[in-house]
């Protein structure tokens, strides 16, 4: 089934405890992507990934990193969480020849930081 | 930078009625516009994607619009039903990068039997 997947689903952690969320897609996919959904603010985009080895800020990069080490893989990496960081988290990746295609969404990561 | 808007941002209707639901964004120069669906809890699930050269598509009962020129594009659901209840989001793809999604707020639909 092609799918994108995120783990964990939920995580309760405290504030400067490094951590990651990891995203993987079985699609073949070049582009991939991270959000935070926010009430109130809607989704917005924190990095991207065209391709393997290149990715580029968002809207809201401070306080994450990502790597594409993989073409499949795209983890989340916040190195000192910070509680404006807990907010609802999604991975999407879609094809691109250029600019992005359809999109394709994980289920969410619930992210609270106390 | 970019911003995209959708109004309303919520609409309530009964069951049957034809809708349209507007999203508006600044920055012309951009390279597509997606309709998603959100159900509560969940991830996005994408309906359309219309492409910067196209002017509509179309899925069963679901049009999108876009107009390119006027920074404009509609979804229009026909005969509305209750399994129709979400939050529908459009986002556009292009501005200053290729990679940059942006987001309108979201309509709220409730479709009421």
């Known amino acids: 089934e092609a799918q994108v997947t995120q783990n964990p689903r939920y995580l309760i952690t405290v504030t400067g405890k490094k951590l990651t969320v990891t995203c993987s897609q079985n699609?073949?996919?070049?582009?991939m992507s991270w959000y935070r959904q926010d009430p109130g603010l809607g989704l917005r985009q924190i990095y991207y990934?065209?391709?393997?080895?290149?990715?580029d800020k968002g809207d809201v990069p401070e306080g994450y990193k990502v790597s594409r080490k993989e073409k499949r893989n795209f983890p989340l990496i916040l190195e000192s969480p910070s509680p404006n960081q807990t907010s609802l988290y999604f991975c999407a990746s879609s094809l691109t020849s250029g600019h992005p295609y359809e999109q394709y969404f994980g289920p969410g990561t619930r992210l609270t930081v106390t | 930078k970019q911003e995209v808007t959708q109004i309303p941002a919520a609409l309530s209707v009964p069951e049957g009625e034809n809708l349209v639901l507007n999203c508006s964004f600044t920055?012309?120069?951009?390279?597509?516009l997606q309709w998603f669906r959100q159900d509560p809890g969940k991830g996005l699930t994408s309906l359309l994607l219309?492409?910067?050269?196209?002017r509509e598509q179309t899925s069963g009962r679901l049009n999108a619009s876009l107009d390119k020129s006027s920074g404009r594009s509609t979804l229009y659901i026909a005969a509305s039903q209750p399994g129709d209840s979400a939050t529908y989001l459009c986002a556009s793809a292009g501005g200053t990068s290729y990679g940059k999604l942006t987001f309108g707020q979201g309509t709220i639909l409730t479709v009421h039997p």
């Open positions: 219309i492409q910067s050269s196209q």
């Open positions: 920055d012309s120069a951009i390279y597509n």
């Open positions: 699609m073949n996919h070049e582009y």
């Open positions: 990934s065209m391709n393997v080895e290149v990715t």
